[in-house]
């Protein structure tokens, strides 16, 4: 564990709620739609629609927001009346607007590391929405440093320990996603840590690289500071 020189933490649902006001959205499109198609057959249609569009728009509540119309249209057969199509631009707004919940030891854990090491905030979607919940947060004098990325690899990773750090082999990534932030940092060579969060987009799941030595999980992102003194130690 000696030489361990930065570390970065994932945002949404590592630090702060929102995977949750996913599903209440979800909830209202589907009681919106209730007279064209059955909830399950709305969440397949949805989810589709999100996997088709993420390579035009992205991750983010924008991207989600156009999706929920794009699918309204679809199984309606274009017939979706237009207050439908208001309600969910503003269910999107209403997102984009909700205060942020930290989620339990998330200052804690980031006050105890700042200082100790070089503390990163890295997280993927719009900007404009990271920002807002970064400074909504009261995280932001926290960090040496914030990276709003596009796509979580291990390019990327590469690249931004390069630039804050004395490379990924001597840093660390934290985060609820095995997809974004523990497989792709372990292919870069660091510590990928996994805190699993009660509820996960399914398109963030992979397989949990328990064979590999740099892989660490955690119940709570409260046990990280204890958990880095023992490797230490």
Known sequence: MGGLTAIGFDADDTLW??????????????????DYAAPDHLMARLTAAERRNLGHYGFGIKGFTLSMIETAIEVT??????????DLVAAGREMLEHPIELLPGARETVEALSGRYRVLL?????????????????????????????????????EIFARHG??????????????????????????????????TWEFEAAEEPTDAPRYLRLARLAELPDALDRLAG
């Open 17 to 34: 709620q929102n995977e949750r006001f996913f599903r209440l959205t979800h909830d209202r499109f589907a009681a919106l739609l209730a």
């Open 122 to 158: 890295i997280t993927k979607g719009d900007l404009l929405d990271q920002e807002r919940k970064l400074a909504q947060s009261g995280l932001g004098d926290l960090f040496d440093g914030v990276e709003i990325v596009s796509h979580k690899t291990a390019e990327s990773y590469a």
């Open 77 to 86: 057969e274009a017939r979706v009346p237009a207050a439908v199509i208001a």
């Open 166 to 199: 004395e490379g990924a082999d001597r840093a660390m990534m934290v985060g609820n996603s095995l997809r974004s932030d523990v497989v792709p940092m372990l292919e870069a060579g660091g510590w990928g840590v996994h805190v699993p969060h009660e509820l």
